[in-house]
């Protein structure tokens, strides 16, 4: 498949002309050679690349980029660039759009491993609502940590500061821990979000809210995932998923 039908697809599906972002979403590395595999991933670094190369796939879709903020191409990032090129891999990055996508996004599937009934977004971030919010049968803190340890993996933190009995959650994937106090403003018996945050906690104490970070990463991969999976099912093209995983 022509690359150029690709981004006008994934472009359009994610809505990425219209959702706001300090990630330079959409296609960031060109290829000149038509996409028979596609590598989904949550970062764009070497590793993922040279993965990406072993599973014979001409582009990458990851979460995280390699283009945000203005920068000069030189060090880790000329390395990068210029493997992706040397290799004729295309890099294609989508961030927000990812995160808050109804379908296949991080956060709407963080909500249907915890069987949350109508999420509504609610985290305001950047001009867009990127979390999600709603109600859950009731269940204790625990047994949603054990629920995600199974789903999920990675190095779950627990902090359990108010009522154990969860029936209303608020998830923000990747790094949400700065935005607690939306959380606490909706009346959420638990924060869910991905990377620590030593301010969170603290905070979290004080209002009465538990919070769970469930791993950056982790929390990260499913979007990813699940976007394979779509684009396997509507444009007839295999994915796989490179595991790359940072600990955090």
């Given at each position: 498949?022509?690359?150029?039908?690709?981004?006008?697809?994934?472009?359009?599906?994610?809505?990425?002309?219209?959702?706001?972002?300090?990630?330079?979403?959409?296609?960031?590395?060109?290829t000149d050679r038509d996409?028979?595999?596609?590598?989904?991933?949550?970062?764009?670094?070497?590793?993922?690349?040279?993965?990406?190369?072993?599973?014979?796939?001409?582009?990458?879709?990851?979460?995280?980029?390699?283009?945000?903020?203005?920068?000069?191409?030189?060090?880790?990032?000329?390395?990068?660039?210029?493997?992706?090129?040397?290799?004729?891999?295309?890099?294609?990055?989508?961030?927000?759009?990812?995160?808050?996508?109804?379908?296949?996004?991080?956060?709407?599937?963080?909500?249907?491993?915890?069987?949350?009934?109508?999420?509504?977004?609610?985290?305001?971030?950047?001009?867009?609502?990127?979390?999600?919010?709603?109600?859950?049968?009731?269940?204790?803190?625990?047994?949603?940590?054990?629920?995600?340890?199974?789903?999920?993996?990675?190095?779950?933190?627990?902090?359990p500061m108010g009522n154990?009995?969860?029936?209303?959650?608020?998830?923000?994937?990747?790094?949400g821990g700065p935005d607690?106090?939306?959380?606490?403003?909706?009346?959420?018996?638990?924060?869910?979000?991905?990377?620590?945050?030593?301010?969170?906690?603290?905070?979290?104490?004080?209002?009465?809210?538990?919070?769970?970070?469930?791993?950056?990463?982790?929390?990260?991969?499913?979007?990813?995932?699940?976007?394979?999976?779509?684009?396997?099912?509507?444009?007839?093209?295999?994915?796989?998923?490179?595991?790359?995983?940072?600990?955090?």
């Open positions: 498949m022509r690359l150029s039908e690709i981004v006008e697809y994934l472009d359009t599906y994610l809505m990425v002309p219209h959702i706001p972002d300090s990630s330079l979403n959409g296609l960031q590395v060109e996409i028979s595999k596609i590598a989904m991933a949550v970062d764009a670094t070497l590793e993922t690349f040279q993965q990406a190369k072993e599973h014979k796939a001409e582009l990458v879709i990851a979460h995280h980029g390699l283009f945000w903020d203005k920068a000069p191409i030189r060090g880790p990032l000329y390395r990068r660039v210029r493997y992706l090129i040397e290799n004729r891999i295309g890099l294609y990055a989508a961030h927000l759009p990812l995160d808050m996508h109804k379908e296949v996004g991080n956060n709407a599937e963080l909500a249907g491993i915890l069987g949350m009934t109508n999420p509504v977004p609610f985290l305001r971030y950047k001009g867009s609502l990127i979390g999600l919010i709603g109600e859950i049968e009731t269940m204790d803190i625990h047994e949603v940590v054990k629920l995600l340890e199974n789903r999920i993996g990675g190095d779950i933190r627990v902090f154990r009995k969860i029936t209303k959650v608020a998830i923000c994937s990747g790094y607690l106090n939306q959380a606490i403003e909706k009346g959420a018996d638990l924060y869910l979000t991905g990377e620590t945050s030593h301010e969170a906690v603290a905070l979290a104490e004080d209002a009465g809210i538990n919070i769970v970070f469930a791993g950056h990463y982790a929390t990260e991969t499913l979007g990813p995932k699940a976007l394979g999976k779509h684009i396997e099912a509507t444009l007839g093209l295999p994915t796989v998923f490179i595991s790359a995983p940072t600990g955090l």
